[in-house]
């Protein structure tokens, strides 16, 4: 139910960005930034509970905490970077978007790093 008021309030804010767009590009930019903020933030709170749950499953499965870290950051690594880009194009700015996506991607590829090497010893160990 949460996540329907948070994509309600989204909707609702929409009509005023679209409006303040035309007369003030800065101000539609930064309503978005506020409302943004606002519903990450009730985001977490709601997903705090479900990254425990998760926590919980790989500690039962025997899955080190290390692999759900890695899990955990690459996955608010997208999220961060989705939202950064899309500020981005929101400002008019496709270049930075792309650059935003381009540091996402790396950012993710370096949190997976020790993914990636625990993959590689099994494989050493298998041959």
Do not use: H, N, W
């Amino acid at each position: 139910m949460e996540i329907l008021k948070l994509a309600g309030l989204c909707v609702v804010c929409l009509l005023p960005v679209v409006l303040l767009r035309r007369q003030s590009p800065e101000q539609a930019l930064l309503l978005t930034l506020a409302v943004l903020l606002a519903v990450t933030a009730r985001s977490l709170q709601t997903a705090a509970p479900l990254l425990e749950e998760i926590r919980a499953l790989f500690q039962r499965a025997g899955i080190e905490p290390l692999y759900v870290s890695v899990l955990l950051r690459t996955t608010a690594a997208a999220v961060v970077t989705r939202l950064c880009a899309g500020l981005c194009k929101d400002g008019g700015s496709q270049a930075l978007a792309f650059a935003v996506e381009a540091v996402g991607s790396i950012a993710a590829l370096a949190i997976a790093l020790p993914l990636l090497q625990a993959v590689v010893g099994l494989l050493m160990e298998f041959f």
